[in-house]
């Protein structure tokens, strides 16, 4: 049986609406690729049982509940057997045409590894922000540092680590991981995209000061021995630090911010908008 190009890794906790979806959001986009989704429910209910019958599904045995979405992917991973993975949110979507997989796995080339775009939708399905914008080609620290969003990495599987026992950032440090591990920067796929789609209740609806904890503990995990992230430690710990910032300047590093006001506000910042004054200070 031929090996799968790619490995789609999605931990499900209540998201028996939300599953099928980005289930299908992978197959659709599959053409020319030998794919397989492995999904692994966290909250006791059997996925596989709420699926279409697809050879290219792989579930992990029900059973672990709330353990963590770190825990679930890393039981995930050690189910996948393609060449390369992926991670996506069991809410969450990828978008393009039919090929877009193919034209991306294409794109990995020497270092391993390639940017799947994200594209932030808002519950009418607008685009809130999309990272990295249009045209860019290649993506690497310095770009990281100033996203402020979570972006995905299609990787070789040897570049693919477990996930660190985080609850909130495990995956930015699964992504920033296999960055530093293909070399610093990457190129960015086209055509395909990853919809972070914002919605009530998720992970990320949640208070900036829980946010605020695992950064410091990230931060002090590099500081201690590098974490693993080898001669890109330090770009990492900036990574870390800018986006515990925003996070603090957002959300006051406790409050809870209303669904999107994040990322409407780190366009602002961006765009030297906001906060009152940014852009005449950013321009002396």
């Known amino acids: 049986m031929r090996r799968p190009d790619l490995s789609i890794l999605i931990a499900a906790h209540r998201l028996r609406r939300e599953v099928p979806v980005a289930v299908a959001s992978v197959l659709e986009r599959a053409a020319g690729v030998a794919v397989e989704v492995v999904v692994a429910s966290d909250d006791g209910t059997d996925y596989a049982g709420i699926l279409p019958a697809d050879a290219r599904l792989r579930f992990t045995l029900v059973g672990p509940v709330a353990s963590g979405a770190y825990a679930a992917r890393n039981r995930a991973l050690s189910l996948a057997t393609g060449r390369h993975v992926l991670m996506l949110d069991g809410d969450d979507a990828l978008e393009g045409p039919v090929d877009a997989l193919a034209s991306a796995l294409a794109a990995v080339g020497p270092a391993g590894a390639v940017v799947v775009p994200s594209v932030v939708r808002d519950a009418a399905g607008q685009a809130v922000r999309r990272v990295p914008a249009e045209g860019v080609r290649r993506f690497g620290f310095a770009g990281w540092a100033s996203a402020f ?4 990495l299609i990787a070789r599987r040897d570049l693919a680590p477990m996930f660190r026992p985080f609850r909130l950032i495990d995956d930015v440090l699964f992504d920033l991981a296999v960055l530093a591990a293909a070399g610093g920067e990457v190129p960015v796929a086209e055509g ?49 630090r800018r986006w515990r910032a925003m996070n603090r300047l957002v959300g006051g590093g406790g409050s809870r911010p209303g669904l999107g006001d994040y990322h409407r506000a780190v366009s602002a ?15 002396r």
């Open 149 to 152: 969003a979570s972006l995905h």
């Open 192 to 240: 395909l995209a990853y919809r972070y789609q914002l919605r009530p209740g998720q992970a990320t609806d949640t208070e900036g000061g829980r946010f605020d904890a695992e950064y410091a503990r990230a931060l002090g995990l590099i500081a201690a021995d590098g974490a693993g992230f080898g001669p890109h430690a330090g770009a990492a710990a900036t990574v870390l």
């Open 269 to 283: 910042y961006l765009a030297g908008e906001w906060p009152a004054g940014r852009r005449r200070r950013t321009a």
